[in-house]
């Protein structure tokens, strides 16, 4: 199947394809480079973008404001919060 870019840069999916993979209107595509000059179209996932970042922030920092201001000042380690 082939479809042409408009001068917007838009294409239109041909209706077999959007039918076979539930695609409508408002419906986010990824599109990912492939080899020699393809590229990948697949409907974008519900994941939350910052969803990757989840867990990777370390909970053994400050609990609230005044624990920071102490940390960032300079008056006690890590590990020695007054609480």
């Known amino acids: ?15 077999a394809i959007r039918k076979a993979i539930g695609l409508t ?8 480079l492939g080899p020699a000059g393809t590229f990948v ?9 910052f969803a990757k970042f989840r867990g ?5 920092g400050p609990g ?7 940390l960032l000042r300079g008056r006690v380690e890590h590990g020695d919060i007054d609480r």
């Open 25 to 32: 209107a408002g419906t986010q595509i990824a599109l990912e």
């Open 41 to 49: 179209a697949r409907k974008a996932s519900k994941e939350s973008h």
């Open 64 to 70: 609230n404001s005044k624990e920071a201001m102490q």
């Open 1 to 15: 199947m082939t479809t042409t870019i408009s001068r917007k840069g838009q294409i239109t999916v041909p209706a």
């Open 56 to 60: 990777i922030a370390s909970k053994r």
